[in-house]
């Protein structure tokens, strides 16, 4: 049996930080409400957990060994995050806040092929595979296992972050505060793909 209350922590932490996922996810609560934010909760969960998984077959050994991948994902990840970052940013909103939000929604697919073109991602399947994965006959028991348990982390966190957004659309009535905040999460999602250049 792996130790599974230090991966669980591990997990916990890597999935409530602030990163590109948790702003998808707020952003398109404050929009969209909570069930706008459902497929991007379900797609960043079952994305994640499943890199773990094909680290675990042994995919994230290319990824450690061929640095032109690397730079081909770090490359694909930065122009995607840029992409969402400016359908946030130049996205319209309503005049007033009970009214739809026009403008496009971001779904599973979207969240799912986010974390499959996140480097950062990998490197931390990478790093839960070399640590918590035992060698040997178990091996494949204990990635699965990994895989799940990061799911059902995962899951709660990110769905944390909808709940904040659904809280702090009631404090958005304007039309200027919702625009601003809108613009705010677009730039640190910009900011958080151009981080992957820094050494």
């Not at 702090?168 to 250049?197: C, D, E, K």
Request: with cysteine; charged share 10%.
């Amino acid at each position: 049996m792996i130790e599974l209350l230090p991966f669980a922590l591990f997990a916990f932490v890597a999935s409530i930080t602030p990163g590109p996922t948790n702003v998808l996810v707020l952003s398109h609560s404050v929009r969209f409400g909570l069930l706008g934010a459902l497929p991007i909760v379900l797609g960043g969960c079952i994305g994640a957990a499943l890199v773990v998984l094909t680290v675990g077959l042994g995919v994230g050994d290319a990824l450690t060994t061929h640095s032109g991948l690397q730079v081909l994902m770090k490359a694909g990840g930065i122009l995607w995050l840029s992409y969402l970052a400016w359908q946030i940013y130049s996205a319209e909103e309503p005049e007033h806040r009970s009214a739809q939000a026009p403008g496009p929604r971001f779904g599973f697919l979207a969240s799912a092929g986010l974390q499959v073109i996140n480097p950062k991602a990998w490197m931390m399947a990478v790093a839960v595979i070399s640590v918590f994965a035992r060698p040997g006959a178990d091996r494949w028991h204990d990635v699965a296992q990994l895989s799940l348990v990061f799911f059902c982390v995962s899951l709660p966190c990110l769905a944390a972050w909808a709940v904040l957004g659904r809280g702090a659309a009631a404090f958005l009535a304007p039309r200027a505060h919702r625009v601003a905040l809108n613009r705010g999460l677009a730039v640190l999602l910009l900011l958080s793909a151009l981080a992957s250049l820094l050494p």
